[in-house]
């Protein structure tokens, strides 16, 4: 079984300050781990993902996530919040790591508000 | 290059009346998902292709949805009949064979009144 917890439904930053998005993950193996973000209307987008190489994955838009092992953690940051940053950010873990019984868990959410 | 095409984007239906949710993944994926988005339970799996079978249905929510994937190129996702609380957002995603990133649709928001 596999599982996301995304603390926090809702984080608000003024522009330029630090973003963090916290998620935790229960996995019974070696797990793939997702950040994808949504914007108003639209689908969701991959920001970076974690695949069993470096724990420290950089994602576009000046993201970037690092796998804890120890803390079964994967938080997202990015050093300054920028306007354009305001959506919803999903986590999600896959279990197994590829193969044809392939699919991705969810997080509930975390909505990014960035205030001026 | 496309990516998941869905169609229709946004759709208002009454209570009873079938709806015929539409997916072409992209090109040469051999995976393809249907998830719905709600603001209650959040983004679920609903049920999933791997070379047009069936591999997982297990979050089809009752015996009124139904899946198919007749070929590579399309699949549908239906909903008969339709209840408000099927009100939601529905994404197709795909997936190729030998990644491990899925790739989401624009989605198709379901509004049943």
């Known amino acids: 079984a596999q599982s996301v917890t995304q603390l926090g439904s809702h984080v608000s930053v003024s522009e330029g300050a630090l973003v963090l998005l916290r998620c935790n993950y229960s996995s019974s193996v070696p797990p793939y781990l997702f950040w994808y973000v949504q914007y108003p209307n639209q689908g969701l987008q991959l920001l970076l993902k974690y695949t069993s190489a470096a724990t420290l994955v950089k994602g576009i838009n000046g993201f970037e996530a690092e796998f804890k092992k120890s803390e079964t953690s994967f938080h997202l940051t990015k050093p300054s919040a920028h306007m354009s940053d305001a959506a919803e950010y999903f986590c999600?873990?896959?279990?197994?790591?590829?193969?044809?019984?392939?699919?991705?868990?969810f997080g509930k959410g975390t909505l990014l508000t960035v205030n001026p | 290059d496309a990516g998941v095409i869905q169609s229709p984007r946004h759709e208002v239906t009454e209570m009873g009346q079938e709806v015929t949710l539409r997916c072409k993944p992209i090109s040469g994926h051999n995976s393809l998902f249907w998830y719905r988005q709600t603001m209650m339970r959040g983004l679920e799996l609903l049920i999933y292709?791997?070379?047009?079978?069936?591999?997982?249905d297990s979050g089809m929510p009752e015996d009124r949805f139904s899946a198919k994937m007749p070929n590579a190129s399309f699949s549908t996702l239906k909903i008969q009949p339709s209840e408000p609380r099927d009100s939601a957002v529905y994404f197709c995603?795909?997936?190729?064979?030998?990644?491990?990133?899925?790739?989401f649709g624009e989605g198709s928001w379901l509004t049943v009144v």
């Open positions: 995603a795909s997936k190729p064979g030998s990644g491990n990133t899925i790739y």
């Open positions: 999600a873990v896959s279990s197994p790591a590829g193969g044809s019984n392939y699919k991705l868990t």
């Open positions: 292709f791997n070379n047009n079978v069936p591999i997982d």
